[in-house]
């Protein structure tokens, strides 16, 4: 798979980090293959498997592709697909109709969990997994992660991994830091160390943290998405449940299908 360098768009932050992050690169394809697996749940299908005992869908384990940058901002830009990653805390009934939402217009989306919410609430995992969604690491605390030292920082990425794992059978697909867009050298060693082979950044910002209401999270998404793109959103805001419906639908008319983020860069 080629890869070019990417340049990067200037953006909000963590203090500490803005400087010190590793080179990003893009994924460069003219096309993803069809995605393996079973197909995301049809207009008004629910989910199965939503009992209270048991342990969650196993998850993807930590994507690994030759060619692939460590850090990750964007997908094939040739092809028709982007990714919709959440951060994942917040209120788990909101989380839940974010996720209809996606499933009732055939969407599958990355779901980047932080691990207190999931000691919270443990059932969430079985939820995003069995929507046929993707899963993953956005560490135990969601602290700003570039300026801790090592051992704490590697304490919140493994932390988040072995809840995954006790709930899904893996660490989970992808890492991301927490209040930042992109992991510094340290993090990234970090995340290797812990098995992630790659950090997830993103190339659009919803900027839906802010609350800003859904007409304003749908213009921002549907302006500055484009093919290939990685968008990071949040479950647990109302104004993003209500802005995803739009979101997708102005997606599908310009031909962009919503995928997860192992869908759109393999």
Aim: proline share 9%.
């Amino acid at each position: 798979m080629l890869r070019t360098a990417t340049a990067v768009a200037a953006g909000a932050l963590a203090p500490g980090c803005a400087t010190a992050r590793t080179d990003t690169a893009s994924v460069r394809a003219s096309g993803s293959p069809p995605p393996g697996g079973t197909g995301p749940p049809g207009p008004g299908a629910r989910p199965s498997g939503t009992a209270a005992s048991g342990a969650a869908r196993r998850a993807r384990p930590p994507t690994r592709a030759p060619g692939l940058p460590v850090q990750i901002q964007h997908g094939p830009q040739r092809g028709d697909a982007v990714a919709l990653t959440f951060h994942g805390q917040g209120d788990p009934k909101t989380a839940a109709a974010l996720l209809g939402e996606a499933e009732r217009a055939g969407a599958r989306v990355t779901v980047l969990a932080v691990g207190r919410w999931l000691d919270e609430q443990p059932l969430m995992a079985r939820r995003i997994l069995d929507g046929g969604h993707e899963l993953g690491n956005h560490t135990q605390r969601h602290l700003d992660l570039c300026a801790l030292p090592a051992a704490e920082a590697y304490a919140e990425i493994t932390g988040c991994a072995d809840r995954l794992r006790k709930l899904t059978g893996t660490i989970g697909s992808w890492f991301r830091p927490s209040r930042t867009q992109y992991a510094t050298a340290l993090v990234t060693r970090l995340a290797r160390k812990a098995g992630y082979p790659h950090v997830l950044s993103y190339d659009v910002d919803s900027l839906d943290a802010d609350d800003p209401g859904a007409p304003a999270v749908q213009r921002t998404v549907l302006d500055r998405a484009r093919a290939g793109s990685i968008v990071s959103l949040h479950l647990g805001h109302p104004g993003t449940v209500a802005a995803l419906p739009p979101i997708l639908d102005g997606l599908h008319r310009r031909g962009l299908r919503a995928v997860t983020t192992t869908e759109l860069v393999t």
